[in-house]
């Protein structure tokens, strides 16, 4: 069976550059080209050697290399950009910008089914994160109140983090939560975002990579659940196992724990 051909698209990026690697290392995947913002030249330097085409025109990447997966890893309106090109080659996609919004979604829905692609969005490649997505969403029902606190580095473009705010959506979505209003609140903004009852706070500061900490509550008790990334080579298995079923499923998945049958 011959390998599943890959182009990275944001391949200088942080993420872009472990998602190479990473591809790199598979007998089952190849990756044939990169793209990039700003121009970098003709070719990008593979880590264990070798080197593939890189430009900062898409259409003309996927034109010359005829790939059956994208990976985009930029930003929402990047990546919005990118799909409708993508999609016009009919290759597959695997997402992981960070922004989309549901109106996004609803969009890559309608496309994946209209060019018969398969587009899978993650708002987080990493397992724990996932496994913690989902005892979240076991757990909140028993509870009346959630705060989720997230914390990355400082130059990250958007807060929250489309991760939490997944968490938020996935259990607000199904029960209106308690959030207490404080008659007086010395410094505005201080009780932080709120979705449907559950409140959401951000941390940005330099040292962190990503990390997800839910605080639930009722009555006399607190339940604290909490993932931390603590570097980017703990995404890979997520994106490699997303590479690899996104080929074999047209249509739209969103969320790791999706792709995975959690």
Known sequence: MPPIKVVVQGAT????????????????????GATCLRERGATLALPGGGEVPLSTNLQEMLERTRPDVMV????????????????????????????????????LDALAHDKNVGIVVAPNFALGAVVLKKLVEQAAPYFDYVDIIEAHHEAKIDAPSGFAMAMARSIGDRKEFTRNHTEKENLPGTRGGEYHGVTVHSIRMPGRSA????????????????HDTLGRDCYMPGVLCCIREVVKRPGLVVGLENVLGL
Do not use: W
């Open 72 to 107: 985009e890893f930029t930003n929402a309106a990047a990546c919005m950009a990118s799909v409708s090109v993508a999609a016009a080659y009919s290759v597959n996609m695997v997402l992981g910008a960070s922004g989309l919004t549901p109106e996004h979604l609803r969009q």
């Open 211 to 226: 990390h997800h900490e839910v605080i639930m509550g009722a009555a006399g008790q607190t339940i604290s659940l909490r």
């Open 13 to 32: 990026g942080k993420m872009g550059m472990e998602t190479v690697s990473a591809v790199c290392r598979q007998d089952d995947l190849a990756l044939v």
